[in-house]
């Protein structure tokens, strides 16, 4: 057992005395009415959003915007997204715990749940995705371990599993139940999980040859930092949100160390950014043409977008007079948004410069824009989300929430009263 | 490479590649044979179980007419694919097919097929039909016919077609109309397309045919390919192989065309001509080698009528017998005719030939001027001079010769230059390598477009003779080849002669507008449309409307697609697709006799041309006028001694499939110089235009004695439109239709969905209008929207639009509205580019 | 049995843009309406049968695109079920419909823009019965398909349906494996450029220039 009496600084995360004195009590359900509606809520936007689905695969794909040379869109840019999300969540709240650290005032079982939650979107985005969901059996019979997307399927399920485990592991050492060493060892585990994740996420464009957007071997590494940046901006708003809601109390210097550890994964992720782009830019070379489509072309307002966020959300976390709570959350919600942008960015972007766009017969199946040729279909975005997909996202969106909130009504995830 | 206009594609839009040179690439290496078969993988077709390949052409109006296997599977056309020529065993590119022939099982069963007579139950061109029965049909049609010759005179009953159908049966080669048509007195209308070339041509060489040159496959043997205003890899793509194989050969390929075509973008030189001044850069380079001396003199003697004297009052060549010597009268044996001389395309079949047959004829010679000085008859003198005049009483002579270089030294590179917008330097290399033979001359449907197109076909023939590059293999000019054999037998039993006059369908409006032809009362109130698509097609749309539509009774339409022709019918007729009935092509770019067998029973109430006739003839009164079945027929037309002393019969074409009529392999004209003149040498002067048709039309005989160069109608900077409208007006014949079949048809329509036409940008830039908009082109004759395309292949100052979109497939107007139905008087040729017309965005109403 | 190494030589002297192979491939194999699994693209200007240069300094060529059957195709790499898969005694790159789930994750994954299409709807077609051969597999809705080298031919040891079509005799079919071949002699004859040598995916697709 580690002795923890010489650390400087203790982590109330781990002192679980208040906890062992109500042993065996169940955790209370909490939450009123407001709660309450909003899971009724997010379970009719979910209903919405599966029968929308149905009708996506009634009546064709062909109802989403995507199509054959752009041929991803809004799902697996949410899919991203939420992996970030959730990678982020859970390393915030495993780290502390793995390095036998500091943590962040004992919010780190609703960051946990948080990170389930949008572990259950990202894979919610996959399936929506498919074309023959109901092959989804066949990962499991027929499978390629070649392949990085069936890296990412084993992964983000070992990954969901793990996520639950430790979440149980959370509580059961709360009550006693499960050793230090024990929650130790699984919080490493999941950390290594959380970054593998996002890694392997990254690995599905990073190791594609074809998409001289994506294959960087910086993507891996980039997309951890972003998941760190979106991730702590998640846990900032989730929490602040709770504490708003009574729900929790959280010390204001944890919101503060999570705004300086936001501070910094943003500066870190801005470097990976400029380290591309000085890296495509610097040859002259094919690279301009992405350098061109980001920073001028159709996905400059998503890139600036992000710059400018970003630079908001580091300013506000790094100005001493800045970091209210208002104004952290606001750099939580920037700094969200600017990942979004970021997946946007990579997404479309890799759609955006076509390898080989010659002329050529072009039709309702070709490209999004077709109408317009295959010039015209490349001049502004070549992608946008077509209604039906907005439905079925917002659905699996609403999906997440309703598990995170099932989560908070039911589950013992507040750090102890 | 040069950026192009386009805002995204800019960077990426090139291929990203490197050149990978593999070995050294041998100046000349010729390819592996193209015939040779993969070691394991072979070409052709397996049947399935259950399919048949039936064999079957493929035969619209493509010069390809190639032979197919129909794959019939549970009784549906599924494929069609290529089948070999049993004519052509070693294959050299004969065996062939292309995207339009894939693409039948559309044209059998798509959604515009007719289904069963309709009669038009709204306005004519609502849209609104009642299905009536074939009896009733046939009943209406004849009675209407009866009561309009009643009323107006036999004559005023017309028939014409278009190209849809090439088979002998059934089709534009069937003498079956004429059967019935003649026995009523019907006027036959005939179109008046691609003609100019002939008439220029066959006026200097006589005739084998309306489109005479040598084989496609003998373009090989060339040194120099010199193609003027054919777009051969889109128009006729069944040729391109051979000038591939020529040019993979080493031979030079020469375009002159005002656009950068396909073929331009494989040519080694290709001249940017301005349209319709051919002749006079032909006339510059006769210009060059007449100055330079380097004129084939003894051909000129020997094969030309260079030496003959012509006489300026008359304009005619001088005879013996105009200096008193008698002519002869001699013996001649009857003569074979010529297996190689097909039938104008322009004939009634009820026309008896007159056959040479035994007997004797008057010989009186040509005068021509000896080396002593001395008048000669061309046969006794020994040295005719070219150059020269004599004094004839008070009349003076001059040689042809003579009168050529008058009319060609007025034509100097520099002043051709002005004209064409080439430079002269390239006018005099142009000439060089045209010295430099033997060489063959391809004219195109380009120059023949405008109303000066039969200058540019006798230019380019009269450069012939003074080179001499004629006759033999890699040598020759002409309109492409796609001509007939001659041994068939049109002459049907109960075939007559026709009483009325075949007219041009360039007549029709004045002639519907006056109910005058050639000062006698001609009212025209009935016609019958068969295998074409006259309402689409044919110049000046609004016209052809107002005067030839508006003056007509009864309109009625046989044909199996629903076209703008059906759509303007008053009754419309169910015929069925090729495919459907036996038939026999004989006019095939593979200069084949080919056969078409049935491969499935008409669909819908479709009847075949002929059984249409059967019934149309019974309904008129003459039940028996056709007492064969269409199997006889086929014996009638093949079954003939001229073509059995070569082996040919109906039973050897049905066991053979496809049998070749040509009296050489490759077939090269004019060899041994007998030219089908009356002279029988090369008449680069003409003494009388023979008129495409004779309509007793105003011309300039003085103007037609010689090539010379004049402006076209409209299409030049200066012309009395331009002031209004600056661009010309060019089609071209796309590789997605033959004419406007295949117009609807939907497999085709995906890689082509509607009407469009390029522009070079510069012009596009200058009247703000971007690439991909709907814009409107318009002239006084009316107007077609489509969308705009930007292309640096066009010349300024031109546009080029896909030709033959059927009105419903445009968003306003359509093409033919725009084009003029002004004609020359010798040619009567329809001049698709002679327009002048602006263009402006489409702003709809 | 010797391991073949199946490609195809497209002489773009001789191609002149007809797209008889397109529509040959089209009709062969019963394609779904708007699905092509060969296109043919302009080199040149922006449009098609469009040239670059200003008038008269022109050039214009023509590619005809279609799965490049790669010797080290990205997509096979990829794909989580094996649904696309590279035959070893031809060398094709095959695509079982029964297995695709739909990911698309090929479709990214290759870098030949547009070889690969998706049936985004039930297959819809222009006649209301299959064309082309017979023992062509089914098309399914929202699944991937590609240029299959028109398998079933091959299996009746003929050459894909492409290839005997092409008017102008561009279109080379053959083992590489054997040095006696037709596409054998003409690469090492002639000039020729693949596409997107860089990207390492080693394409059997050789065009002569």
């Known amino acids: ?417 | ?845 | 049995m010797v391991d073949k190494r199946l490609a195809i030589v497209v002489d773009t002297k001789r191609c002149i843009a007809c797209n008889s192979c397109a529509v040959a491939c089209k009709i062969e194999n019963n394609l779904p309406n708007e699905v092509w699994w060969n296109r043919i693209l302009n080199v040149g200007g922006s449009n098609m049968d469009s040239p670059s240069g200003t008038y008269p300094n022109l050039s214009m060529q023509t590619i005809t695109l279609s799965c490049q059957h790669c010797e080290n195709p990205a997509c096979v790499k990829v794909c989580p079920v094996g649904a696309t898969y590279k035959d070893p005694e031809t060398g094709v790159v095959r695509q079982d419909y029964d297995k695709c789930i739909g990911c698309r994750m090929c479709m990214s994954a290759c870098p030949y823009t547009g070889v690969r299409s998706f049936n985004w709807e039930e297959p819809g077609y222009h006649v209301d019965f299959a064309v082309g051969d017979a023992d062509v597999v089914p098309h399914q809705k929202h699944t991937v398909e590609k240029c299959t080298m028109c398998w079933h031919r091959l299996a009746k040891d003929l050459q894909p349906a492409c290839m005997e079509v092409c008017i102008g005799r561009a279109r080379f079919f053959g083992d590489l494996n054997d040095p006696e071949s037709e596409v054998s002699k003409l690469i090492a004859k002639r000039q020729y450029i693949q596409l997107l040598p860089e990207m390492g995916t080693k394409p059997s697709v050789y065009y002569l220039v």
């Open chain 1, 1 to 417: 057992m580690t002795d923890t009496s010489n650390v400087a600084v203790l982590d109330d995360d781990m002192d679980f005395a208040p906890a062992k004195e109500r042993a065996g009590a169940k955790a209370a359900a909490w939450g009123g009415r407001g709660l309450t509606v909003g899971i009724g809520v997010a379970a009719v936007l979910t209903a919405i959003g599966i029968a929308l689905w149905a009708v996506q695969l009634s009546g064709g794909m062909v109802q989403t915007a995507m199509r054959n040379l752009d041929s991803w869109g809004l799902y697996i840019t949410m899919f991203m997204f939420f992996v970030g999300l959730s990678a982020g969540g859970l390393i915030i709240s495993s780290v502390p715990k793995a390095f036998g650290i500091r943590g962040f005032g004992g919010i780190s079982k609703v960051a946990v749940m948080s990170s389930i939650a949008c572990t259950v979107a990202a894979i919610g985005m996959v399936v929506v995705d498919l074309g023959q969901p109901l092959r989804l059996w066949e990962l499991f019979a027929y499978s390629n371990l070649g392949s990085p997307l069936m890296w990412d399927i084993i992964v983000l399920g070992t990954y969901l599993i793990l996520s639950c485990v430790y979440l149980w592991a959370q509580v059961r050492a709360e009550q006693g139940k499960v050793s230090h060493t024990a929650l130790r060892v699984i919080s490493v585990v999941a950390l290594v999980c959380a970054i593998l994740v996002h890694s392997v996420t990254a690995w599905i464009f990073g190791l594609q040859q074809g998409r001289e957007m994506w294959h960087t071997a910086l993507l891996a590494p980039w997309f951890v930092s972003s998941a760190l940046v979106c991730g702590t901006g998640l846990v900032m708003c989730v929490a602040a949100a709770l504490r708003a809601a009574g729900y929790l109390a959280l010390d204001q210097a944890n919101l503060v160390r999570l705004a300086k550890l936001l501070a910094a994964f943003v500066l870190v992720d801005l470097y990976f950014f400029g380290c591309d782009l000085l890296t495509e830019a610097f040859p002259a070379a094919g690279g301009l043409a992405v350098v061109e489509m980001l920073t001028a072309g159709p996905l400059a307002p998503f890139f600036w977008g992000e710059v400018v966020l970003c630079a908001v959300a580091a300013v506000i976390c790094l100005v001493p007079s800045l970091r209210t709570t208002p104004l952290m959350v606001a750099a939580g919600l920037c700094a969200i948004v600017a990942i979004l942008c970021k997946r946007v960015q990579l997404l479309v972007g890799g759609f955006q410069i076509a390898n080989i766009g010659l002329p050529g017969p072009v039709g309702p199946m070709t490209v999004t824009g077709w109408e317009s040729g295959m010039a015209g279909a490349y001049q502004g975005m070549v992608y946008w989300p077509a209604p039906i997909e907005w439905g079925v996202a917002l659905g699996v969106v609403a999906l997440a929430v309703l598990v995170f909130l099932l989560g908070v009504k039911f589950l013992p995830l507040r750090p102890q009263d």
């Open chain 2, 1 to 845: 490479m040069a950026e192009t206009k386009s805002g995204a594609l800019t960077r990426r839009g090139f291929l990203k590649t490197t050149a990978a040179l593999a070995g050294v690439a041998a100046a000349g290496a010729a390819a592996p044979t193209l015939t040779a078969l993969a070691a394991e993988y072979g070409t052709g077709q397996v049947a399935g179980e259950g399919e048949q390949l039936v064999c079957g052409v493929c035969r619209g109006n493509c010069f390809g007419q190639c032979k197919i296997n129909v794959h019939v599977r549970d009784g549906k056309v599924v494929k069609t694919s290529r089948r070999p020529f049993n004519s052509w065993p070693e294959g050299g590119a004969w065996d062939r097919i292309c995207l339009r022939g894939l693409s039948h099982p559309y044209t059998v069963y798509g959604e515009r097929r007719i289904q069963y007579p309709m009669r038009r139950a709204g306005e004519r061109g609502s849209g609104q039909w009642e299905r009536i029965t074939w009896d009733e049909a046939i009943k209406e049609i004849t009675d209407e016919w009866k009561r309009i010759q009643a009323e107006y005179g036999d004559q005023a009953v017309a028939y014409t077609r278009g190209s849809g159908n090439l088979a002998s049966i059934n089709g534009v080669g069937s003498p079956l109309f004429n059967v019935l048509f003649n026995k009523i007195n019907a006027t036959q209308i005939k179109i008046a397309r691609d003609q100019a070339n002939t008439r220029g041509i066959n006026r200097v060489v006589g005739s084998l045919g309306d489109w005479v040159l040598n084989s496609t496959q003998d373009y090989i043997n060339s040194k120099t390919v010199f193609v003027w205003g054919a777009n051969i890899t889109d128009a006729q793509a069944q040729d391109w192989p051979h000038v591939a194989n020529a040019v993979e050969a080493g031979v030079k390929l020469v375009v002159i065309d005002p656009i950068y075509t396909q073929l331009a973008s494989k040519a080694d030189l290709w001249i940017p001509i301005q349209p319709a001044t051919d002749a006079a850069l032909t006339l510059s380079m006769m210009y060059v080698m007449i100055d330079e001396d380097a004129i084939n003199k003894p051909f000129m003697k020997d094969h030309t009528v260079a030496p003959f004297l012509v006489r300026s009052d008359t304009g005619k060549f001088l005879h013996m017998s105009d200096l008193g010597v008698a002519p002869r009268e001699v013996p001649v044996e009857a003569q074979a005719t010529n297996i190689d001389a097909a039938r104008s395309s322009s004939v009634n079949y009820g026309a008896t030939g007159a056959s040479a047959g035994a007997g004797t004829k008057l010989i009186d010679p040509y005068a021509v001027l000896d080396a002593d000085g001395v008048v000669k008859a061309v046969e006794d003198a020994t040295d005719p001079q070219l150059e020269g005049t004599y004094q004839f009483g008070d009349v003076e002579c001059a040689t042809a010769y003579t009168l050529l270089k008058e009319e060609v030294m007025q034509y100097p590179p520099e002043k051709a230059s002005d004209i064409c917008k080439i430079p002269a330097e390239d006018i005099v290399e142009l000439a060089h390598i045209a010295l430099d033979g033997p060489c063959i001359h391809r004219l195109g449907w380009g120059s023949n477009s405008y109303t000066n197109g039969v200058h540019a076909a006798h230019a380019a023939i009269t450069m012939a003779a003074l080179t001499g590059q004629i006759g033999y293999s890699g040598a020759g000019t002409g309109a492409c080849n796609w001509n007939s054999g001659s041994g068939t037998n049109m002459l049907l039993p109960n075939m007559t002669a026709a009483k009325n006059p075949l007219i041009s369908a360039l007549f029709l409006p004045e002639i519907m507008r006056t109910g005058k032809y050639m000062g006698k009362d001609h009212p025209i109130k009935a016609l019958y449309v068969y295998s074409g698509n006259p309402i689409t097609n044919q110049v000046n749309t609004n016209e052809y409307l107002n005067d030839i539509l508006g003056n007509l009774e009864l309109l009625v339409t046989a044909d199996y697609t629903y076209t703008d022709t059906v759509h303007y019918s008053d009754i419309v007729l169910p015929a069925c697709h090729w495919f459907e009935a036996e038939d026999i092509v004989l006019l095939t770019g593979a200069q084949c006799y080919e056969y078409n067998a049935k491969a499935i029973d008409p669909l819908y109430e479709s009847k075949t041309d002929s059984d249409i006739l059967r019934l149309l003839a019974a309904g008129m009164g003459y039940p028996d006028l056709f007492p064969l079945t269409d199997e006889e027929y086929c014996h009638k037309i093949l079954d003939t001694p001229a073509l059995a002393a070569r082996g040919i019969s109906f039973d050897e074409l049905k066991e053979k499939e496809d049998l070749y009529y040509k009296s050489t392999k490759p077939w090269i004209p004019w060899a041994g110089n007998s030219f089908m003149t009356p002279s029988g040498r090369m008449e680069f002067y003409v003494e009388e235009p023979e008129l495409q048709f004779d309509m007793g039309q105003e011309y300039d005989r003085d103007r037609e004695h010689l090539p010379r160069y004049f402006n076209p109608t409209e299409a030049y900077e200066g012309s009395p439109q331009w002031d209004k409208y600056k661009l010309i007006l060019l089609s071209e014949r796309p590789r997605f239709r033959v004419h406007s079949m295949f117009s609807d048809n939907k497999y085709l329509r995906e890689l082509d969905p509607e009407p469009t036409v390029k522009i070079n940008p510069a012009d596009a830039e200058a009247r703000g209008l971007a690439d991909g908009e709907y814009v409107e082109v318009y002239n006084d004759r009316g107007h077609a929207v489509a969308k705009l395309v930007y292309n640096d292949a066009i010349r300024p100052g031109c546009m080029v639009y896909p030709k033959s979109w059927q009105m419903s497939q445009h968003k306003a107007g359509c093409w033919s509205e725009l084009l003029t139905s002004a004609y020359d008087p010798v040619g009567v040729n329809e001049s698709y580019f002679d327009n002048l017309v602006e263009v402006r965005a489409w702003k709809e109403a």
